[in-house]
């Protein structure tokens, strides 16, 4: 209880400042954990907008989070960015409504 109370309480405060995106931001000389801390939040911050951020258990959000994460920064390190995936995604899309017909 003491983790949901303390997650709720620094997602509501980045939530509400108007500089959240210094916290989610990071350069391309970051360190793995500033990278890893940056993209968590913006885990934990979509997930409350979404209102998902409490619908399992802690271990299970935090889990989820865990994994996003070190999968994003794992295609980061790779050179494969949101733009590929995109580019994935439309292909797998496009020969999708191809077999359809």
Do not use: H, W
Request: glycine share 4%; with cysteine; proline share 1%.
């Amino acid at each position: 209880m003491k983790n949901y109370i303390t997650i709720l309480g620094l997602v509501a405060i980045l939530s509400g400042c108007a500089e959240f995106n210094k916290y989610i931001t990071v350069s391309s000389t970051a360190t793995p954990e500033e990278k890893f801390r940056a993209c968590a939040l913006s885990e934990a911050q979509s997930k409350l907008q979404n209102g998902t951020l409490f619908s399992q258990t802690m271990t299970v959000t935090k889990d989820e989070i865990v994994n996003t994460c070190i999968k994003k920064l794992a295609l980061e390190a790779a050179g494969i960015d949101s733009e590929a995936q995109n580019i994935t995604s439309n292909i797998i899309n496009s020969l999708q409504s191809l077999s359809e017909k």
